[in-house]
Structures are given as structure tokens and as C-alpha cells.
């Protein structure tokens, strides 16, 4: 097993409905569609034989309208759900086989999650909501009171300790519920659409905040949203599910420039690639340039670029140039963009 | 017809009538035989200018009949028992008539006056029913069919036109209501008794005239179908070394006794074992009840007036604010002025008392009901008859289980009163949000840290409205209570009705209402403060 997979599921069905395992069976030999699944057996087709992992540290984004069983799908890494049929392992260990105990410490411990509807406990403060893992694992009032202190300095909230969850706006409250999860210092982070409640400046605000959180603190997320560009700026890799499938999985540059079927493609069709596209995938080869332009030696007096340098810089270059943009891997030629290619690029 | 121009002038209603021929066409279909007149008529309706006055003549001579060809049911019903009625008075003129000429012939004139007087107010009665009757659903036969039509209209499987076969249907009706009907009113009915005089001398094998064995199965009560062997008597006596024997005696009558008797002594005889061999239970039950009894009234009557009612106001004021507290005072002075001081501790002491059971057992049982589906399917039901029975009945079972006085008192309370505690604290756990249930579980809750800080500290509002309404309906079935024995305020009430002593009951009813206001004010309060 690769090593730095922290999170792998492997072949997951969930139907739900008293008839699950006839349907299952049914399904899997005759390949029936969710409709038809409905109506001979009452049961609805949740998660279809989806395959993932997730790598140590990366976010990993899926991507689907609602309905696409992605909420569900996420649900059986920490098992609030057991799937139909499949495994999910966690650092390689089985989810399905382990104890109620050992569940219940897994997930105090290892893995945080965070709810589209904050759910936070209405009752009790901001801090003792954020403490409320530690506390369910016995620990004492002063660790619980020091580490809450502490992560409500991390997400920018010190001083709301002692206010009551209602008290906050929705960025505020959804700021707790991510300090929430990360109370215990679990090495997984499982995100439920977090900011799709909330208003659209404040969910950048916090999209940006969570990117430097995550870097910061090494963690492995999994992140569920319905939102396409959320996805793309946020995602290490995208997963896009459609009627419990998974349809794609790449990197944001992947699904943009090679969309797997017309579903993908509709989705990203709109989406501006200026920074999700980078130069590599639309410079020319140094020698194929010379030969239409015959110009190359000019190459060190134009604007350069790194491969890995994404559209919207290239255009900052270029604007009131006559010359193309050199792309230079570690001082060394690697290609040349043009006005026109960068000009296509953006088109797509 | 004419198509006007948008924003020509209004003119085409003046010059040109509307088309009616749809309208009229449904309305034919619809009524068939005479589609004419009716079409006509629903037409009037319809544009409403049907005037007060109009009638329709077949429904007036034909009565309930025509509209039983035309499938009218309700004006049938309406003109049947319009009729039936008139003729039940024409049956009780033919029977005073024959009543006056029997008192005529035995020399009892009062009775021959009083007869014939009530002879012709069931005269008057018949007719103006009759002819009144008639008005009336002449007057609304249209009427009623416009409306028949128009549901007609919406599901075409509804009666249409007139078919004869309708009118065998209600002749049916009318040849099972009304001979037998008309019979019972014509003649003195047998009453009960008699016809379980009738009874027995059948039993015995006399001769009895048919017609009064006819009258009493079909124009008397329900004829008692079932005779049953009279049970055996059981009694229970103690034995010398304190063990209990049973005795059974044959019973002191050999006649059959109906369902009703046959059953309740075959109860009586159940409780009576029960108490003779199961009496330590009970015994067991009313001694526990007793002991916290013991403990709530050391508080409330056992300690002296001054400070118990320092106590009561500062607690008042404490929980509910020093509104509540002034008003408490007042209460409480009501109750010292005028001699209730004790009577209503103890009044007090019952509630706290039953209160205390009712949520001690409340809150486990409905977070039974909201945990579990055998809780539910058990408990509900049970809950469901505790509130459907009238609070007299459950003093019952308490005083045939646990004799009288003061615990049976709190026991049937208890029964009354908790249905609530359990309810409102299922509701309340039942309505936590899932995703808050969700989120606990995520952080690895475990099943009881979920129902201790999470589902019981959000049902809490509910649990305390449930504490609240227990208090409120223990203080009035305490007082029913005061009927077994249970004493306080009730005995007052219970004690001045048998005297007739209308003053001093009201004055202890005033102060009922008073300590009611006062709990009810102060739990509230507490509640939202």
C-alpha cells in the first residue's frame, strides 16, 4: 500500500432503502439506473461504486450538484454512515471493522469534520463548543480551556470565548465550527460544504484563510462542495460526482483542459481559466516558433515566465508588448507564448 | 355571438344576451326528465336571479320521494325526518286518544283531561311539522340540486336525471325506520325492569303474551341476550398463622344474571384476590409514598407558619422576580386570614409530592419513548388512554388497590398527571436537530454523552414546559382527590358540597385558585427567567 495515502475507499455502494442488498445485487449484475432502482425496489442509489484516495496533506475537493451523493460519500470516512458494499481505510486500517469504541476514539482523535449548518451546540459557549471533542474524551477543564483559547486565536476570533454560538454572525459561527474541528488535532479534516451557507465575500475571505490554515498545519482535507470555482481554488485534486458516481478525478488543470465526458465539460465551460491554466500547457516548442518566426535570438530581450506560471500573469506580461513571452524552466528555454496562443488559451 | 374590440364600449351584454345554450345543454344532461324546467331554473340560479320566494312544486307534493329519484340524499334525509317526525306525533295522538277513552272508562277524569291536552299539542305538532316540512324542501329542492349539480360537474359518477330504482332504495329506508318507528310511539313502552320480569318468567316456563315478549325486544331498552350462571363467592380470610385460604360459597341466588353483573363481580372477586395474596405490593407501594409524604409535609406543614411562608415569598422572589413575590404574599396572607394556613400546606405538600413521582418516572420513560421504537409502541398507547379517561375514573383502581387516604390520593395524581412529563420530554429529544445529533456523533460521542450533553440539555425548554403542566395538573387532581380521603383544600370543597355550605366552599375554592395562580406564575417565570 503507497504510504501516503491517508484516506482510500475502495469499490463504496450505498443504497438506502429496506431492499439495499437485493437492490445491490440487482444493480450489479444488470447495471440499472437510479430510476429504475427506485422503482422496483424502493431504495435510492446514494453513493455507485466509487474509488478514491486521498494523499497525505493534499485538499481534496468533491464536486457535485446536490442530490450527487457527495454529503453521503463523505459521511462513511468517519462512518456516520455504513456504506452498502466496500471499504473505506483510514491510514490503512479498515473503518468498517473497527469497534464502537475504537470508532468513537478515531474520531474524537483523528478526524475533525465541519458541517455546512455549523451545527453547533446552542447551549454552551463558543469556547466550550470548540472544546467539545476534547471534553467528550475526558480530558481536563484547563487543557480543554488553554487549547480553545488558542484556536480562537487561530481563526480570528480571541475574545469570543465566552459568547454564546448565537451571538455570532455565520462566518463567526462557521470560524468556530472549524476550530471545532480542529480542537483535537486530527490528522484528517473532513469539510461539508463549510461556506456554502455563507454570503459570498465572506465565504473568499474564508476560502483564503482555510488555503493558509492548511498549509500551515499540514492537514489532509476532504473537502465537499457544489461550487465549481470553490473546487478549483481550493483543490489539490477535484473529484466530480454525478448520481453517485464518480464521474472525473485530476487536478483542477486536468479537469479544465480535459474534461472526462459533455457533463464535465458543461460544468467547466464558463469557469475563467486565467488561473487555473498555466503556461506550460500552451507554450510552443522552442525550435516550432523558430521555424514560422525565425526571431528566436531575441528570446533574452522579451518578457520570461516559469512554466508553472498561470495565464493571468502571462497576460500582466505581455500588455504593451510587441514580442512574445519567453518560458524558461531553471534558466533553460522551454517555450515561447505568443499573443494568439495566450489569447486561445484563455478562450479555451 | 359577437367579439368585441379590447377597449370597445360595453354595449354587448345590452344588445346581445349572453349564450346560454352550454350552460343549458349540461344543466339538460344533468337533470334529464323535465330539463327544461330544471335548466331554466339553474340558470336563474347561476346568474342569481332566482327569486326568495320560488319553490319547486313536485319536491313540495312529491316530498322525500322526489328526491330520491332525482338521487338527492341529503334533501332526501331532510324530508324523511321532517315527515317521520310529524308522523311520530300523529302515533302519540292515536295513543293518548286510546290512553284518554282507558281513563274515560276507569272514572279518572284528571287523567282524560290530561290526556286529550296532550293529544291535541301532538296534533298541532304533526301538522305544522308536516306542512312546514314540506316548505322547507320545496324551498330548498332547487336550490340543493343546483348544488348537487355542480359537484356532479367535477365527478360525473355522482347520481344523475331520475331512475326508479332509486326510489326502491328509498322505500328500503323508509320500510326499516319507520313502521317499527311509529309503532314505539303509538304504545306504552315496556321499561326495563319489567321486561327483566318478562325474563325470568319465560326462565320459569310461563305462558307470556307474545305481543309483550315483541315489545320488549324490539320498543324497549336493548334486550339482555345473554344470561349467565351466577359466579361462586370467594372470600379470602386470614388464617391463625397469618396465611390466607380461600373460601368458596355457592352463590345466594340461583337466576342467571346478565353480562354487566356477571362481569363486574367476577372483578371484584380478581381485586379481592389480589389484595389478599399480592397485598405486600401494594402495602409496599403506599408505605414508599408515604415516607416522601412524610418528608415534603415536614417542610410545608410541619415547619412553623412564619418561616414556612418567609420561605415560600423569598423563593418566589428569588425564581419569579418581587412581582411575583408581592402577589405570593398575598396568596399566602389570603390562606392565613382565613383559617386555611394548614389545609393548604397540605394541599401544597400533595403536589410537590406527586409532581416529584410524576418527573422521577416522567423523564426516563419519555426518553424511553424517543429512544426506542418498543418505547413508543408500548408506552403511547398507554399514554393515549391515561388522557382520554375523565380524572374521576382513576380514583377507581387507587382506592380498590390501595384503600383510601392520602396515598392513593398522590398515586392517582401521579396517573393523571404524567403524561405530559413523559410526552414533552420525548418531543423535546425528538426535536433536536439530526445535524447537531450528527455533529456530536462526528466528534465521537458516545451514546450517552450524546443524551446527556447534547439531546437533554436542548430538550430542557420542553422538559421544564412538561414540569410545569405536571404541577398544574396535580393541583387539580389533588383536589378531586380530597373525594378518596386525599384531605387539604379539597376536603373543604368536597366537605361544604355535602353540607350544602355554599360560603365556606367558595372561600376554599378562591383559595384553590389562588394557590394555582401562584404555583402556575412562579414555575413559569422561573422557567423563562
Redesign the interface.
Given at each position: 500500500m503507497d504510504e501516503r495515502q491517508v484516506i482510500e475507499a475502495r469499490e463504496v455502494w450505498k443504497i438506502f432503502g429496506e431492499r439495499a442488498e437485493e437492490a445491490l445485487r440487482a444493480v450489479r449484475q444488470d447495471g440499472l439506473h437510479k430510476a429504475e432502482v427506485l422503482e422496483r425496489f424502493g431504495a435510492v442509489v446514494a453513493v455507485r461504486d466509487v474509488d478514491f484516495a486521498v494523499e497525505k496533506g493534499e485538499i481534496f475537493c468533491i464536486m457535485g450538484l446536490s442530490g450527487s451523493g457527495k454529503s453521503t460519500l463523505v459521511r462513511h470516512i468517519?462512518r456516520?454512515i455504513q456504506p452498502t458494499h466496500g471499504q473505506i481505510l483510514v491510514n490503512g486500517q479498515d473503518m468498517g471493522a473497527l469497534s464502537a469504541e475504537e470508532?468513537?476514539?478515531?474520531?474524537?482523535?483523528r478526524?475533525?469534520?465541519v458541517?455546512q449548518?455549523m451545527?453547533?451546540?446552542?447551549?454552551r459557549t463558543v469556547r466550550d463548543n470548540i472544546a467539545?471533542?476534547l471534553?467528550?474524551?475526558n480530558t481536563d477543564p484547563f487543557t480543554c480551556h488553554q487549547s480553545a483559547n488558542g484556536l480562537l486565536e487561530t481563526v480570528g476570533l480571541a475574545g469570543y470565548g465566552d459568547a454564546m454560538p448565537s451571538e455570532l454572525s455565520g462566518g463567526m459561527q462557521q470560524r468556530v465550527g472549524l476550530a471545532?474541528a480542529l480542537a483535537?488535532d486530527p490528522d484528517i479534516l473532513?469539510m461539508d460544504e463549510p461556506f456554502s451557507a455563507l454570503d459570498p465575500l465572506i465565504r473568499r475571505g474564508l476560502q483564503d484563510e482555510f488555503l493558509v490554515l492548511s498549509r500551515t498545519m499540514d492537514k489532509t482535507t476532504v473537502f465537499i462542495t457544489h461550487d465549481l470555482d470553490e473546487a478549483m481554488r481550493l483543490g489539490s485534486r477535484i473529484g466530480i460526482m454525478r448520481d453517485g458516481e464518480m464521474v472525473q478525478i485530476g487536478t483542477p488543470e486536468d479537469i479544465i483542459l480535459h474534461p472526462k465526458d459533455g457533463y464535465v465539460a458543461d460544468f467547466v465551460q464558463g469557469l475563467s481559466r486565467l488561473k487555473l491554466v498555466f503556461a506550460h500547457r500552451i507554450m510552443e516548442r522552442p525550435e516550432i516558433y523558430d521555424k514560422s518566426h525565425g526571431n528566436l535570438a531575441d528570446a533574452d530581450t522579451w518578457p520570461q515566465a516559469h512554466p508553472k506560471a498561470d495565464l493571468n500573469s502571462l497576460v500582466s506580461l505581455i500588455v504593451g508588448q510587441q514580442c512574445p513571452i519567453a518560458i524558461r524552466d531553471n534558466g533553460k528555454l522551454a517555450g515561447i507564448v505568443t499573443k494568439d496562443a495566450l489569447l486561445k488559451g484563455i478562450q479555451g | 355571438m359577437k367579439v368585441h374590440a379590447p377597449g370597445g364600449q360595453d354595449g354587448g351584454q345590452a344588445t346581445a344576451p349572453p349564450d346560454n345554450s352550454d350552460s343549458l345543454a349540461s344543466f339538460k344532461e344533468f337533470a334529464g326528465p323535465r330539463g327544461d324546467r330544471y335548466g331554466r331554473t339553474f340558470l336563474r340560479i347561476q346568474q342569481a336571479k332566482l327569486p326568495g320566494y320560488h319553490l319547486n312544486t313536485s319536491a313540495l307534493i312529491g316530498g322525500f320521494l322526489w328526491a330520491a329519484l332525482r338521487g338527492n340524499w341529503p334533501l332526501f334525509w331532510i324530508g324523511f325526518a321532517a315527515d317521520m317526525v310529524a308522523a311520530v306525533n300523529m302515533a302519540l295522538v292515536h295513543k293518548y286518544d286510546l290512553a284518554a277513552v282507558q281513563a274515560a272508562a276507569d272514572g279518572k277524569d284528571f287523567l282524560v283531561q290530561r290526556y286529550d291536552g296532550w293529544s291535541d299539542a301532538h296534533l298541532q305538532a304533526a301538522l305544522i311539522l308536516f306542512f312546514a316540512g314540506r316548505l322547507l324542501l320545496g324551498w330548498l329542492a332547487d336550490r340543493l340540486y343546483y348544488h348537487h349539480y355542480t359537484r356532479w360537474r367535477i365527478n360525473r359518477s355522482l347520481p344523475s336525471g331520475q331512475t326508479i330504482k332509486r326510489l326502491g332504495v328509498g322505500m328500503l329506508a323508509v320500510l326499516l325506520v319507520a313502521p317499527l318507528t311509529i309503532y314505539r310511539a303509538s304504545q306504552f313502552a315496556p321499561d326495563q325492569r319489567s321486561c327483566i320480569k318478562l325474563a325470568h318468567m319465560i326462565q320459569d316456563g310461563e305462558q307470556v303474551p307474545l305481543k309483550d315478549r315483541f315489545d320488549c325486544w324490539t320498543i324497549s331498552e336493548f334486550p339482555t341476550l345473554v344470561w349467565l350462571q351466577r359466579p361462586p363467592q370467594y372470600s379470602f380470610p386470614r388464617n391463625d398463622d397469618g396465611t390466607r385460604s380461600i373460601v368458596v360459597k355457592e352463590p345466594s341466588s340461583q337466576r342467571p344474571v346478565n353480562l354487566n353483573n356477571w362481569l363486574s363481580e367476577h372483578i371484584d372477586q380478581g381485586i379481592g384476590y389480589m389484595k389478599a395474596f399480592y397485598g405486600w405490593l401494594f402495602d409496599g407501594v403506599t408505605r414508599w409514598i408515604r415516607v416522601l409524604l412524610n418528608a415534603v409535609e415536614a417542610v410545608f406543614v410541619g415547619t412553623p407558619w412564619i418561616v414556612t411562608s418567609l420561605m415560600l415569598v423569598m423563593a418566589a422572589v428569588k425564581l419569579a422576580g418581587s412581582r411575583m413575590g408581592v402577589f405570593t404574599a398575598a396568596v399566602l396572607i389570603y390562606m392565613m386570614l382565613f383559617g386555611f394556613w394548614q389545609t393548604a400546606m397540605s394541599t401544597i405538600s400533595l403536589t410537590v409530592a406527586a409532581t416529584v413521582i410524576c418527573v422521577v418516572a416522567g423523564l426516563p420513560l419519555g426518553i424511553w419513548v424517543a429512544k426506542s421504537k418498543v418505547g413508543a409502541a408500548v408506552v403511547t398507547p398507554a399514554l393515549d388512554i391515561m388522557q382520554t379517561i375523565p380524572s374521576f375514573v382513576y380514583l377507581l383502581p387507587a382506592v380498590a388497590f390501595f384503600s383510601v387516604g392520602k396515598p392513593p390520593g398522590i398515586l392517582a395524581t401521579v396517573i393523571f398527571a404524567m403524561p405530559p412529563m413523559v410526552r414533552l420530554t420525548a418531543l423535546g429529544i425528538q426535536h433536536v436537530p439530526a445535524s447537531t445529533k450528527e455533529a456530536a456523533l462526528a466528534f465521537g460521542a458516545s451514546p450517552r454523552q450524546l443524551l446527556l450533553k447534547v439531546e437533554l440539555p436542548l430538550a430542557l425548554p420542553s422538559i421544564m414546559a412538561g414540569v410545569n403542566q405536571v404541577v398544574m395538573l396535580s393541583l387539580s387532581m389533588v383536589v378531586i382527590a380530597a373525594i378518596i380521603g386525599a384531605g387539604g383544600m379539597g376536603f373543604i370543597v368536597v366537605d361544604a358540597l355535602a353540607r350544602t355550605q355554599v360560603g365556606r366552599g367558595i372561600l376554599a375554592g378562591i383559595g384553590i385558585a389562588l394557590i394555582a395562580m401562584m404555583i402556575d406564575r412562579v414555575v413559569q417565570k422561573a422557567n423563562r427567567m
Open positions: 468517519n456516520l470508532l468513537r476514539a478515531l474520531r474524537a482523535s478526524i475533525g469534520m458541517f449548518n451545527a453547533l451546540l446552542p447551549h467539545f471533542a471534553e467528550l474524551r471545532r483535537a473532513l | -
